[in-house]
């Protein structure tokens, strides 16, 4: 079992979150994983017993891999009828007291899509793993893609914030799992761990750490679950059974949960406070690795398993002594918005490898005033280094 052996953190009666080093409930060293398997085991590790899941590829082996595991740590497994049961169900669990996941891919996601906005409104924290696959509809259901970068910002109706990270190896697959469920609890909002089919179904080494750092969600009894005088705006989170009355609601309600649908002061304050409680902490939550752009005229921006070629390609220009550097999305929403402009604004020229037609290019453009070349791939299959380096050759 996960067991937290120091606290970094503020206490519960503080209304924050608090964060504990924990040991890794997989042995630590070196293991041979597929990615939907190292999703899996950074969701215990990340202290997560329930998962609702409905089997779709190419996410079903995450929840084949937990439902073994799940017998060694005692978590709770339930198929559900389908994946807008498996949402609702990990929303209750939350409210329970658990930390929650699903598993699922593009078809799934779309019917999880009305639940997500309940469960930013209701700030619930819970983790979705979008194993992204060829769309639309059902498309190619066992092939890669990169197409829901655009719906899991914006595939519920409304204002609201939620977390997404795109790994781009197994080892990834295992870190940025945990990294999801404590930004989640963090910030009482939902989180995505938005890989891609080539991510999900490669197999790597992982190594296990001795210690991780673990986030839980604030904790207090007697205070407005969804008010804001809390610190950070993350008011603290009781749950049933603790005899606080809660009401939990998706209509516009005030910091006790009561319902004030008629009343437009509160859902100002509401609506504004729920994006604020993320975008205010943008820049600690957003991440990206940049390589060789300290004198860059050229740049490429890839994420996920895309910057694996990316990398491969800029790495042979450097070779030959061309100015040209990589910028990797580790989080994709928020996205680093400040790093962006600071690291390429002084570039002649970007390349935006995807596999889509463009999503993440169009956040780009609005951010930089540069030259942007798209290489946008739809046919199902991973993007090579070939499409990259004929890109990068007619820049330089």
């Known amino acids: 079992m996960v067991q937290g052996v120091l606290t970094l953190h503020k206490a519960f009666d503080t209304m924050e979150a608090v964060s504990k080093i924990c040991k890794p409930v997989l042995a630590p060293g070196a293991h041979f994983l597929m990615g939907d398997e190292a999703a899996a085991e950074g969701a215990i590790a990340a202290g997560c017993r329930f998962f609702a899941g409905y089997p779709i590829t190419p996410a079903s082996e995450t929840m084949q891999h937990i439902v073994n595991r799940f017998r060694d740590v005692g978590g709770v497994f339930v198929q559900m009828e389908d ?37 930013a409104f209701t700030e619930t924290p819970i983790v979705i793993v979008d194993i ?26 409304g204002d609201y914030q939620i977390i997404a990270l795109s790994p781009w190896s197994i080892q990834e697959m295992y870190e940025l799992t945990i990294e999801a469920f404590n930004l989640s609890e963090r910030y009482r909002t939902p989180a995505f761990l938005l890989a891609d089919e080539g991510v999900g179904h490669l197999r790597e080494q992982v190594l296990i750490p001795e210690t991780h750092v673990i986030w839980d969600r604030p904790y207090a009894l007697g205070k407005p679950p969804f008010g804001e005088d809390a610190l950070d705006g993350v008011p603290p989170m009781p749950k049933f059974g603790d005899g606080e009355n809660l009401l939990v609601t998706g209509s516009t309600h005030d910091p006790w949960g009561y319902r004030k649908t008629q009343d437009s002061k509160v859902h100002h304050t509401l609506v504004h406070r729920l994006n604020r409680k993320v975008m205010d902490h943008a820049d600690e939550i957003a991440r990206v690795e940049s390589y060789w ?50 690291i390429l604004g002084n570039t002649k020229h970007i390349v935006i490898p995807e596999m889509n037609l463009g999503q ?37």
Request: aromatic share 6%; charged share 20%.
């Open 293 to 342: 752009m300290d004198d860059a005229d050229i740049a490429v921006v890839a994420y996920g398993f895309t910057a694996r070629a990316a990398y491969y390609a800029v790495k042979s220009f450097r070779d030959r002594e061309r100015k040209v550097g990589l910028l990797r999305l580790i989080t994709i929403w928020p996205l680093a918005e400040r790093a962006v402009k600071e």
């Open 132 to 157: 992204q696959r060829a769309g639309p509809a059902t498309g190619q259901a066992t092939r890669p893609g990169s197409g829901d970068i655009q719906q899991v910002k914006w595939g519920s109706h």
């Open 360 to 396: 993440m290019a169009r956040e780009i453009e609005r951010l930089v005033d540069v030259q942007i070349t798209r290489i946008a791939q739809v046919n199902g299959e991973v993007m090579t280094p070939t499409p990259i380096l004929e890109a990068l050759e007619t820049c330089t």
């Open 83 to 119: 994946e807008i049961g498996s949402i609702s169900a990990m929303v209750g669990a939350a409210w329970a007291g658990a930390k929650s996941m699903t598993a699922t891919s593009g078809p799934g996601l779309s019917l999880m899509m009305e639940c997500v906005g309940y469960a």
